[in-house]
């Protein structure tokens, strides 16, 4: 589906999303099931934070005092909603 999309000129992310259908109209096999898990949890998921970290540049955060304000009201707002 991958090659097609591409060939296609289409986003890749749709062709994903067109095989996830196809699997949850079929029904997921379970082996499938934990080898999914497996590699979005232990490979895709750490990937994800790591590359998300390392594209962080922490000097532009100091030049827009706004969103740390905007960051902590939303922290701060997230604690009081799970403490209720």
């Given at each position: ?28 096999p ?14 895709l ?32 707002g ?7």
């Open positions: 589906l991958a090659a097609l999309a591409a060939f296609t000129h289409v986003s890749i992310m749709l062709a994903g999303f067109a095989f996830g259908l196809a699997v949850a109209a079929v029904g997921e379970r082996r499938l099931a934990h080898q999914l898990f497996a590699v979005s949890d232990g490979f998921g750490p990937v994800f934070f790591v590359w998300l970290g390392a594209s962080l540049d922490l000097s532009e955060l100091g030049s827009h005092p706004q969103m740390i304000a905007l960051g902590v009201s939303l922290g701060v997230t604690l009081l909603i799970h403490g209720a």
